[in-house]
């Protein structure tokens, strides 16, 4: 089970915090990924980055503090053929995300900064634990965000913030090219 913590940042904290991991952080990798979430009432996604394609499903409810996930790997180049197949069963394209992430192993967790086009800046703690585990970790993860003087996201802000990005992806990210 993935348990995390995240929080918008601004640009300024992002750019300090992206200091910060590189020099007390060991660096796992950069990342360009385009994911396409699916509509339906299961938070299916297909997603290419910038090492394979993958489709996946989340459980739980967007923005939880832990989901159980399901990843299915495939080949970069397979993921027109991805799209293809979720279009062909009567699924639709309900936003296209484009991120650009740095990923980093900090203490004994992973830590993620991203910059999604026309949405943000934000920072994500993330551990995989026993299901037992989870209520511990997460307060651990907000203590650990803490600790970097980054204050959590209440879930609605992103509920929120999400929702406008749904509702305007296509504007906003064209306001970015």
Known sequence: MVVEVRSFLTKKQFTNLLTFFTTHATPVQEDDQETFYFSGDADLRIQRNSFYSKVWLKKGKMHD???????????????????????????????????????????????????????????????????????????????????????????????????????HWKTLIAAEN
């Open 65 to 167: 503090a832990h989901r159980e996930e399901i990843e299915i790997r495939f080949q970069r180049e397979d993921f027109p053929l991805l799209e293809q197949l979720f279009l062909t069963l009567g699924f639709e394209v309900s936003i296209k995300w484009f991120r650009k992430r740095s990923t980093f192993k900090w203490k004994d967790m992973t830590v993620c900064l991203d910059f999604t086009k026309g949405y943000g800046y934000i920072i994500e703690l993330e551990k995989m634990v026993s299901s037992d585990e989870k209520e511990s970790t997460h307060q651990y993860l907000k203590e650990q965000l803490q600790s970097l003087e980054i204050s959590l996201t209440p879930r609605e802000e992103f509920e929120q913030r999400f929702q406008h990005y749904k509702d």
